[in-house]
């Protein structure tokens, strides 16, 4: 029998790292610092979707060398460990989760992008947001979807796109799995257990990144048409 071949993808993934302030689904307004004019009516226009990550200072070192000279790295915010527990004494729990130093990440992808043929600006997909358990669910039992909002301290697993464009290297997030969820919204206590719910494979965060992948793949267009962004 025949193997089947593995995709050759850019898509990169960060395993074991803790979001903060991340939001794959709910636009976030951006600073305007140049006072631009925005390109459309939309009210989509200077926001973006946005995920933050807290990783050791060793990673994000041989994150610098892989990915050298990307936009994202300008602006990330290093820390000490006794630091950053005093500023969020909330986290206190993840003590032993954290390096001595850390050091967080922004990766942004606007709500708008404009196509290649018409100028026109047209909506972005958002950041994909997965559960670890079946896609659905991370490993105790809370249901993860779409619009599941991960409060700061989350764990899971991260993956970006890395990007070349005519303003350098971008790393712009694609998919968010989440092993442990922390809320960020209370919610009405449920009596799970007594639901006798079924336990749920764990989930193949490559393969559910690749699949993602190819939603967002353009349609084909005819040969002697020019191809959208």
Same mark, same amino acid.
Request: with cysteine.
């Given at each position: 029998?025949?193997?089947?071949?593995?995709?050759?993808?850019?898509?990169?993934?960060?395993?074991?790292?803790?979001?903060?302030?991340?939001?794959?689904?709910?636009?976030?307004?951006?600073?305007?610092?140049?006072?631009?004019?925005?390109?459309?009516?939309?009210?989509?226009?200077?926001?973006?979707?946005? *995920?933050? @990550?807290?990783? !050791?200072?060793?990673?994000?070192?041989?994150? #610098? &060398?892989?990915?050298?000279?990307?936009?994202? +790295?300008?602006?990330?915010?290093?820390?000490?460990?006794?630091?950053?527990?005093?500023?969020?004494?909330?986290?206190?729990?993840?003590?032993?989760?954290?390096?001595?130093?850390? *050091?967080? @990440?922004?990766? !942004?992808?606007?709500?708008?992008?404009?196509? #290649? &043929?018409?100028?026109?600006?047209?909506?972005? +997909?958002?950041?994909?947001?997965?559960?670890?358990?079946?896609?659905?669910?991370?490993?105790?039992?809370?249901?993860?979807?779409?619009?599941?909002?991960?409060?700061?301290?989350?764990?899971?697993?991260?993956?970006?796109?890395?990007?070349?464009?005519?303003?350098?290297?971008?790393?712009?997030?694609?998919?968010?799995?989440?092993?442990?969820?922390?809320?960020?919204?209370?919610?009405?206590e449920e009596d799970l257990d007594s639901l006798g719910l079924e336990e749920l494979d764990e989930t193949n965060v490559e393969a559910a990144g690749e699949a993602h992948a190819e939603e967002q793949a353009p349609a084909?267009?005819?040969?002697?048409?020019?191809?959208?962004?």
């Open positions: 029998m025949a193997t089947a071949q593995k995709k050759e993808t850019n898509i990169k993934t960060l395993k074991d790292v803790i979001f903060m302030y991340s939001s794959a689904s709910e636009p976030q307004k951006q600073m305007n610092e140049e006072n631009k004019p925005p390109l459309s009516d939309s009210p989509l226009e200077f926001h973006s979707y946005e *995920v933050k @990550i807290l990783i !050791s200072e060793e990673r994000f070192k041989k994150l #610098k &060398k892989e990915f050298k000279g990307a936009k994202n +790295f300008a602006n990330a915010k290093e820390f000490e460990k006794e630091e950053f527990l005093e500023a969020n004494s909330y986290m206190k729990d993840l003590a032993d989760d954290l390096a001595d130093d850390l *050091v967080m @990440i922004k990766f !942004s992808q606007g709500c708008l992008r404009s196509e #290649k &043929k018409t100028g026109n600006r047209i909506p972005t +997909f958002p950041i994909k947001q997965i559960g670890i358990k079946g896609q659905v669910q991370d490993n105790n039992g809370n249901n993860i979807d779409f619009e599941t909002n991960t409060g700061n301290g989350t764990k899971g697993h991260f993956q970006f796109r890395p990007v070349v464009s005519d303003y350098g290297l971008y790393l712009y997030p694609h998919l968010i799995c989440v092993t442990d969820l922390v809320e960020y919204t209370s919610a009405a084909p267009v005819a040969e002697d048409e020019d191809e959208d962004d």
